[in-house]
C-alpha cells in the first residue's frame, strides 16, 4: 500500500522516517535552503534598483517596469509557508502513522499474552468439572465406606488432596493465575480501545464455587458415615457385654 511506502510498514520503518525528517532534512538539507532564500531577496532587490537605474541613465521606463514578482521576497515567503505547512501534515502523518502501527503490535502482543491463558483457562475448566463429578460421585452412599477403616481412609483421602501441598490448594493456585493474567489482559484490551475476553475468569470462579460446594458434601457425607460406624460399633458393644 502506499501508506507503507510513504510513512512506513512497521514501527520501526516509520521511527526510521522520522529520524530522517528531522536530522536529515529539517536539520541538513533546510537550513541551506532558507539561506539561499534570504540571499535570493537580497539579490531580487539589488537587481531592482540596478532597473530603476538602467530606466533612468537611458530615459526608458519600461525597462523598470519588467514583472519579477515571481521572485520576490513575497512570493518566496509564500511558497516557504506552504514548504513549512507540508512539513507539518508531513510529520503528524508519520506521527499518526506510528501511534497506529504501534498500536497494532500492542494488540498482537496482548493476544499473544493472551492465548495460553485462555488455553489453561479451558484446562481447568475442565479440571474442575471432572473433580466435582467425581467428588459428588464418591458423596453416593455406596461410595463412603462399608466399614470404619473404609470411611476414616477415605476421610483422610479427602483431608490430604484439600491440605496445604495437596492437589486443591494447588489447582486453586493455577486458577488465581489464570484468572489475574485474564484481567490483565483485559486492561490492556480496554487500553487498546477492544472489547474484552469471554468472561473465562467469572466462569472459573462459578465452577470453582461447584467444586468447594462438592467438596464439602462429600466432607458431611463421610463424617455422618463414620458417625453411624461409630454408633454401630457401641451398639454392637452394648449388645456384646448385655449377651455376656
Known sequence: PMADKLLGA????????????????????????????AELAKRHADVLAKMAALAAETGDPSIAETDLSAASPEALRGEWQKLEQAEADYEAALNGRLGELEARERAKETDRLAEPLLDAAEKMLKWTGDKTGDLKERTHPDQLGATAEETAAKIKELDEWVAPGGEKPIKEDEKLKIQDGL????????????????PKANELEDKWGDLEDATDALKAALAER???????????ETDRLCAE
Open 10 to 37: 512497521t514501527p520501526a520503518e516509520t521511527k526510521e522516517k522520522i529520524r530522517e525528517f528531522k536530522e536529515d532534512y529539517r536539520q541538513g538539507e533546510k537550513p541551506p535552503r532558507a539561506q539561499q532564500k
Open 183 to 198: 484481567r490483565e489482559i483485559d486492561t490492556r484490551r480496554a487500553q487498546e480501545g477492544r472489547e474484552p475476553l469471554p
Open 226 to 236: 463414620a458417625e453411624q460406624h461409630k454408633k454401630a460399633a457401641e451398639r454392637a
